[in-house]
């Protein structure tokens, strides 16, 4: 049976009628064994799974979304979080726990120029059935208005929402156990790397804001001096602002970064300068799957990228089969792996001064 063909040339997608002619059956009977409704007969269904076959049907997401729903999940983060291997661990999860589900799982990264608001909005447009949404920069009373009409599970970001679901890991926790490693080790001019930041709002603290204040409290306790220095959120960005700090004339023993992709960026400045971790010692956080490589070895902090993922979805499939209105709150316990980027420091080493001060106006020298 040869297809039909478009005004433009291109094949015609076979509709229900089609497969119903070929079958030679009426339309309700090819949508019973679409929908594997009760009652069809095993020689009606071979039947229609046969024309199906035969002409490459598929049922248009339009004529789902007519009956309650398209079978689709989105996923959503801004363009640099892409380049950030914790995405692709989060969404591994997510399609991992979709796997036989029917449902599909789309990829909406927020656009230069376009916000990440207007990217939810267009994913609540298309009617998807629920939106993973991560470290997005859209208010709480945003999410609470668009979670009205679709489920929404935000994660990372502490939020105290009214209608969607968050999953997170104790930030406060995993900097603890980043910090008490490097301290145990007997480093004291401990920096910290992180992310340009972000204003807290009311009910809403991003995860990094979280991570900076829990490191400077941990410094203060120990009688020592925070130092936290700002990057893009880019493995480049982390690289240049590690440059300047490793080539100071009073540079730290260790570098606490905010996500693996800050550390890679200081372990390259580091490389680059021939220095060791006895010299300079590196902890990220994330344990993104390049940490382990055994040329990068980084100490680092496991959040569970997979783990988040696969929770996402289970809360949003409680929300899609409605057995559930209210928020729920899941926090994941993270777990310190130690690797070879983190060792006592070189006490011999001739950049040593005074334990726990850094320079109150660094100055900067040419990279070697």
Partial sequence: MAQPSSPTGRKKRPSLADVANHAGVSQGAVSKVIRKAYGVSPTMQQRVQQSIEALGYRPRTGARSLRGQTFTI???????????????QVTNGAARRLTGSGYQLIIAPALAG??????????????VDGIIAISLDVSRTTLDRLAEYVPIVLIGRH????????????????????????LELGHKRIAHLTVKPTADLPGSRPPHAIRQETYETQMLKHGLHPHVLYADASEASAYDTARLLLDDQEPPTAIFAGNDTLAIGALRAAAERGLTARDVSIVGYDNIELAGHPLVSLTTVDQYGATTGEAAVDLLMERIAESRTEPRHVKLDPKLVVRGSSSEPGMSDKRYVEPGRFSPSPRLTQSR
């Fill in 159 to 182: 939020d105290e929402p009214q209608n969607y679901d968050t999953v997170t890991n104790d930030d406060a926790a995993g900097v603890m156990l980043a910090m008490g490693h490097l």
């Fill in 114 to 127: 376009e916000g990440d608001q207007h990217v939810l909005e267009s994913l609540v447009d298309r009617e």
């Fill in 74 to 88: 989105a996923i959503s983060s801004e363009i640099p979080q892409i380049g950030n291997d914790f995405f692709t």
